[in-house]
């Protein structure tokens, strides 16, 4: 199994920017479907955007689409997720996550993923 880290959160105003990073060890990160998912209080977990093994694979929750960009530096092990024009409603815990393998709608599913990170913090004020 994957072990991840994020990091990258923080408190920024509507409009602004934030890159999250997942790092993951224990197996090359390139071995997996790397998720971004997002938990605000009292709400579930939903899916935010995914990354397929290759590289080539992208998927994105309508909400996020032209907004957030997750991309893979195979290299570094580690998987950015750059969010442009942030809005209150983006306020959640972030968390990354890693699949063995999946494809199509099956990426956007939680119970996909079997390893997660500890989550870090974002939260954009109006």
């Known amino acids: 199994q994957a072990h991840l880290v994020e990091s990258g959160g923080g408190s920024v105003q509507a409009g602004g920017s934030l890159r999250l990073s997942c790092a993951a060890s224990?197996?090359?990160?390139?071995?997996?479907?790397i998720g971004w998912f997002r938990q605000a209080p009292g709400k579930e977990r939903e899916f935010v955007a995914a990354?397929?093994?290759?590289?080539?694979?992208?998927y994105y929750a309508d909400s996020v689409r032209g907004r957030f960009t997750i991309s893979g530096d195979n290299p570094k092990n580690t998987v950015y997720l750059q969010m442009d024009d942030l809005k209150p409603e983006d306020t959640a815990a972030y968390f990354c996550?890693?699949?063995?393998?999946?494809?199509?709608?099956?990426?956007?599913?939680?119970?996909?993923?079997?390893?997660w990170g500890q989550g870090t913090q974002v939260t954009v004020s109006a």
């Open positions: 990354i397929g093994r290759n590289r080539g694979s992208l």
């Open positions: 224990g197996r090359t990160a390139s071995m997996y479907t």
């Open positions: 996550a890693a699949a063995s393998a999946c494809s199509g709608y099956a990426c956007l599913r939680k119970s996909t993923y079997n390893s």
